[in-house]
């Protein structure tokens, strides 16, 4: 009688072990499941992407018109006579005077930014579609225009207020490629620009 007891007794024990055993690796299962790996917490999904880029973009979306020249130093340490502001300030008359020379104004130069990241430009009322790609962090921009890249940098300083410059060569190809004038005198009045400053860079002020 003792003896049976013994082994019903083992049997209950053994069973309620095996639940026990059952109901622990269960748990551990479902906590393995709910733990993220470095890749899954690191890696961005293309939406994640978009949706940080449509919020970049949203700073500069809208039409920006020409509202005068600008000029910036590519590097504090390269040029420091053109960032002193007086400096700055005498460059800055002489590429509006060339400006205003080939009748680039608010008018017939504009920039439409979209927040999907395609662009319209109209340079001298030559209107060109195109892509780019905003930086915020940094102010890089990077244009697409008739598939020619064109590397920018972009101040936002205030909410209805932006400038975009580029190295002189480029702006100079900007405006041979935008509006075929090559050798005419639009080129004319900007060649002084590679000439003398090849640390400065040009471009415009714009205006909401």
Same mark, same amino acid.
């Given at each position: 009688m003792r003896y049976a007891m013994k082994?019903?007794?083992l049997c209950i024990f053994t069973l309620i072990c095996t639940a026990v055993l059952q109901v622990e690796a269960q748990i551990t299962q479902q906590a393995d499941t709910s733990v993220l790996s470095p890749d899954q917490v690191f890696t961005l999904s293309p939406s994640d992407i978009e949706q940080e880029t449509r919020q970049a973009n949203r700073l500069i979306v809208g039409c920006w018109r020409y509202d005068?020249?600008?000029v910036d130093a590519?590097? /504090?340490?390269?040029?420091?006579?053109?960032?002193k502001p007086v400096a700055k300030g005498k460059l800055a008359r002489k590429l509006k005077k060339a400006f205003k020379k080939i009748r680039l104004t608010k008018n017939n130069t504009t920039f439409q930014m979209r927040e999907d990241g395609t662009c319209s430009i109209s340079l001298l009322g030559h209107d060109v579609n195109g892509t780019y790609r905003y930086n915020p962090d940094d102010g890089s921009i990077?244009?697409?225009?008739?598939?020619v890249p064109f590397t920018a940098?972009?101040?936002h300083?205030? /909410?209805?207020?932006m400038s975009i410059t580029f190295d002189t060569d480029r702006l100079l190809a900007l405006f041979k490629l935008l509006t075929a004038v090559s050798g005419n005198s639009t080129l004319k009045a900007l060649t002084f620009?590679?000439?003398n400053y090849d640390?400065?860079?040009?471009?415009?002020?714009?205006?909401k």
């Open positions: 082994i019903h007794f005068g020249p600008s590519k590097s /504090k340490g390269l040029l420091a006579g053109v960032v990077q244009f697409r225009w008739l598939r940098r972009l101040v300083n205030k /909410k209805n207020e620009l590679s000439d640390d400065v860079m040009v471009g415009f002020k714009l205006k």
